[in-house]
């Protein structure tokens, strides 16, 4: 394992003690979540070993340690991007340095495009698979991080886990559905079509984050729950032109709702 990740471990040991056994990384304009813990201490990521800080709107650059309920839970409220100067391997390094030093379970969230009408904004969709367009992987290189060269992902959004939480949204009377998510490099939103593509490729969903994390803890065998948080229908599936305000401002409306459901998905996994 490289020095610098056994740094962030111990950067993490020193400011946080003892590692719980989940962790919450919150996509764009959905931070606010890290508010709710209670007894909770934060550190700027910036401040993490051979770590780098977001510069996206709507994301605090945080990673904040506190209690969900009775659960214990370190929430990265601000995760940084591949369209910010990274590489694959810049945008893992924290969340490997979460599973490194004992976090287990990893619920990814983010904020995404609808690739059809089918999942309207403000909806909150359970991610099943996901489609690689960025044409980069954090896997590539020598190193393996304790994990196999060829993980397998056929279960990378953990079915088990899945059932679980659509059984957790109906007794919320909240209507939850599944999809296929797309990860491309950005900045710019898709073409009209590209989105044609996307969908007919089996895409429900398409965004700038999330696979390359999730590819990056299945190799170092952490369980992982995947929510995107449609804000927009992508480009041509409406005359609307797109912005990262209106990203942010369908997450607002959104909060109340997602807070609550993460509560109660911690809970259930106490």
């Not at 946080?16 to 056994?21: D, I, L, N, T, V």
């Not at 606010?32 to 993490?48: C, G, N, Q």
């Amino acid at each position: 394992m490289g020095s610098s990740l056994e740094e962030a471990k111990a950067y993490l040991e020193r400011e946080f003690g003892k590692a719980p056994k989940i962790a919450v990384v919150l996509g764009s304009g959905l931070s606010p979540f890290a508010k709710t813990l209670r007894e909770s201490k934060k550190v700027s990521t910036a401040s993490i070993p051979s770590s780098v800080k977001s510069t996206v709107v709507g994301h605090f650059g945080e990673l904040v340690y506190g209690k969900s309920g009775s659960t214990s839970v370190i929430v990265l409220a601000g995760r940084v991007h591949g369209f910010e100067g990274h590489s694959p391997t810049q945008v893992v390094h924290n969340l490997r340095a979460l599973r490194l030093w004992g976090v287990k379970k990893f619920i990814i969230t983010n904020a995404a495009g609808s690739t059809s009408r089918k999942h309207k904004p403000g909806s909150l969709v359970l991610i099943r698979d996901h489609i690689n367009f960025t044409g980069l992987n954090p896997l590539t290189g020598l190193e393996l991080f304790g994990g196999p060269r060829f993980p397998d992902v056929s279960d990378a959004y953990s079915s088990k886990w899945r059932k679980q939480v659509l059984q957790i949204a109906k007794k919320l009377k909240f209507k939850m559905s599944e999809g296929v998510y797309a990860a491309v490099n950005g900045p710019n939103y898709e073409t009209a079509a590209e989105i044609r593509m996307f969908f007919k490729l089996g895409a429900d969903l398409v965004g700038m984050s999330t696979v390359w994390e999730v590819l990056a803890l299945i190799q170092m065998g952490a369980e992982i729950l995947g929510i995107s948080c449609v804000t927009n229908f992508a480009t041509g599936v409406t005359k609307e032109a797109l912005s990262h305000h209106e990203v942010i401002e369908t997450t607002k409306s959104v909060q109340k709702k997602f807070n609550l459901l993460l509560e109660k998905i911690l809970q259930a996994s106490n």
